[in-house]
């Protein structure tokens, strides 16, 4: 089944687009109205959202090896997280210019220390869409872990990154996904890695 939405954005009207704060994140405020499912539009509304660059996320995967890369490192989740050092898939946001494939590349090799081979596309979700106004784009990295030094940690100093690698084989990589991993986009690629990791390594090794 493929699933194509009942209308599109030029079904939504915008009266009025305000920017509340610009940092890091940027805050709008928007008062629209849009096409309801029975023809007619809704009542006029308002929707604050938080607005950044779309990310890449890459699934380190070592196929010759089984071997599979996730980072750790400090989020400040406190406030809900008993500890605020998540696991993850190496990530970064698309600056301007830049396409994912170096997005993906420039990444790896900051926060993991390795050059990717091959990228093999997975998909894309928005994380909160009733709050924020973001893409991830998912790709599994095809990596060397031969190349691992898991004696250091990565990142870059002037964004204070201190990273911690984690080397496991790709079955105790998808047995996280019985525990709280706490982190959306590293549950979602251990998923879809679940499901399509022999046909990955067909890809891959032909």
Aim: glycine content about 4%; some cysteine; overall charge negative.
């Amino acid at each position: 089944m493929t699933f194509k939405p009942t209308y599109s954005k030029k079904d939504v009207d915008v009266l009025k687009d305000e920017c509340l704060y610009k940092g890091f994140f940027e805050m709008r405020k928007l008062t629209l109205k849009h096409k309801k499912f029975n023809g007619q539009w809704s009542n006029p509304m308002t929707r604050e959202m938080m607005v950044r660059s779309d990310a890449v996320c890459v699934l380190l995967f070592d196929p010759a090896a089984d071997k599979v890369l996730l980072i750790e490192q400090f989020r400040p989740t406190m406030l809900r997280s008993e500890s605020p050092w998540l696991l993850e898939l190496v990530a970064g946001m698309v600056e301007e210019g830049e396409t994912d494939e170096e997005v993906a590349r420039r990444e790896s090799l900051e926060e993991a220390g390795v050059v990717v081979k091959r990228l093999e596309y997975m998909f894309k979700f928005v994380p909160s869409p009733g709050g924020l106004v973001e893409y991830l784009r998912m790709y599994a990295g095809e990596f060397d872990s031969s190349s691992v030094d898991l004696t250091k940690t990565h990142g870059l100093d002037d964004e204070n990154e201190d990273i911690k690698l984690h080397l496991m084989t790709s079955d105790e990589a998808i047995a996280l996904l019985e525990q709280d991993v706490e982190n959306a986009s590293t549950i979602m690629g251990l998923q879809w890695f679940a499901l399509n990791k022999t046909k990955l390594v067909k890809h891959w090794c032909v």
